[in-house]
C-alpha cells in the first residue's frame, strides 16, 4: 500500500470540463472470457484486450529501424548497473517511473536524466486508472511530477498508463493534464516469465520475432518502428538487455527515445 501525496492546488490546475463523465470502473470488470479484441469490444474487455487505440496513442514509431527502449516500474536496486550498459555504448533509453521509487531512488533518476535519457511518468503507486476517480488520477499524475521534478527540475510530459489502461475518460484527463500517451507494440511479458528457468530465451525471443518482422500483435496503428516494454524492477530482465541491444543492432536497428520517436524529420 502506497500513500499517494494529495494537494488541493493541484485539482484546481485541471479543467474537468474537458473529460468526459464516464463511470468509474471497478478493477475486475474489464475481464471476458470470450473476447475479440478486433475493436469492437476493447473497452469493454479491456483487462483482457487493452483499451481501443486511438491515433493520437503511441504504439511504436513512425519510421522504420527505430527502435525505443522503455523501462517501466523502476527506479529499483538494479537501474544503476542498466544505465552503466546503456551509457556505456551511448544507447538513450526512456524510463516510465513510479513517483513512489523516484522518492526511494532519486540518483538513478538524476543520473538518467542527466545522461540523456527520457523520463515519463508510470504514476505514482501504480493503480488501475479506470478504477479512479478523476482528483484520484490527478493525484497520482502530480504527485509523480513533483517527485520528478524535485530531482531532476524537468516535468514529464510523457505518461504510460499502468497495465496500458485507459479509457477515454482517462485519457481526455491525461491530456487535458498536458500529457501525451505512451504505450508499446513489442511486449516480452518480463514480469511473468522472468523467474522461469528459460525467461531470457522468452524474452529474447519477443525481440527476435518483432525485429525479423513477425506481428506481434500489438502493433494497433501498424507503426514501421518499435516501442518495447521491460521493467527495470527485475535484475534478470535488466542482465538481458545487452543481448537485446546486440541482435537489434545487427538488424540495423537505430535506438531514441520516444520523443526522438516521434520528433518530425527535419
Same mark, same amino acid.
Given at each position: ?31 471476458? +472470457? *470470450?473476447?475479440? %479484441?478486433?475493436?469492437?469490444? /476493447?473497452? #469493454? ?7 481501443? =487505440?486511438?491515433? $493520437? ?34 544507447? +538513450? *533509453?526512456?524510463? %516510465?517511473?513510479?513517483?513512489? /521509487?523516484? #522518492? ?7 543520473? =538518467?536524466?542527466? $545522461? ?20 484520484q488520477i490527478i493525484n497520482e499524475i502530480k504527485a509523480t511530477e513533483e517527485a ?119
Amino acid at each position: 500500500d502506497i500513500a499517494v501525496p494529495k494537494n488541493d492546488e493541484w485539482l484546481t490546475q485541471v479543467d474537468l470540463s474537458l473529460v468526459p463523465n464516464l463511470p468509474v470502473r471497478p478493477v475486475g470488470s474489464g475481464t471476458c +472470457k *470470450a473476447a475479440k %479484441c478486433d475493436g469492437s469490444d /476493447n473497452d #469493454k474487455c479491456f483487462e483482457t484486450c487493452g483499451n481501443k =487505440a486511438i491515433p $493520437s496513442d503511441m504504439y511504436g514509431c513512425p519510421r522504420p529501424l527505430e527502435w525505443a527502449l522503455t523501462f517501466d516500474d523502476g527506479p529499483s536496486q538494479y537501474t544503476g548497473e542498466l544505465l552503466d550498459y546503456l551509457d556505456s555504448l551511448g544507447i +538513450k *533509453a526512456t524510463f %516510465c517511473v513510479m513517483g513512489s /521509487n523516484v #522518492k526511494q531512488y532519486p540518483q538513478f533518476v538524476k543520473r =538518467a536524466h542527466e $545522461s540523456g535519457h527520457l523520463i515519463a511518468s508510470h504514476t505514482y503507486s501504480h493503480p488501475h486508472l479506470m478504477s479512479l476517480t478523476n482528483e484520484q488520477i490527478i493525484n497520482e499524475i502530480k504527485a509523480t511530477e513533483e517527485a520528478v521534478f524535485d530531482v531532476t527540475g524537468f516535468r514529464p510530459s510523457y505518461v504510460r498508463p499502468p497495465y496500458g489502461e485507459a479509457d477515454e475518460r482517462v485519457k481526455a484527463l491525461l491530456k487535458t493534464m498536458g500529457y501525451k500517451i505512451l504505450m508499446w507494440n513489442v511486449d516480452p511479458t518480463d514480469y511473468d516469465v522472468y523467474s522461469l528457468p528459460f525467461g531470457g530465451d522468452m524474452i529474447q525471443s519477443a525481440f527476435r520475432k518483432a525485429a525479423d518482422g513477425k506481428d506481434t500483435g500489438l502493433n494497433a496503428l501498424n507503426d514501421p518502428g518499435y516501442i518495447s516494454l521491460q521493467h527495470d524492477l527485475y535484475k534478470e530482465s535488466v542482465q538481458q538487455v545487452p543481448e537485446v541491444v546486440k541482435y537489434l543492432t545487427s538488424k540495423g536497428y537505430r535506438f531514441v527515445t520516444v520523443a526522438e520517436c516521434t520528433k518530425e524529420e527535419d
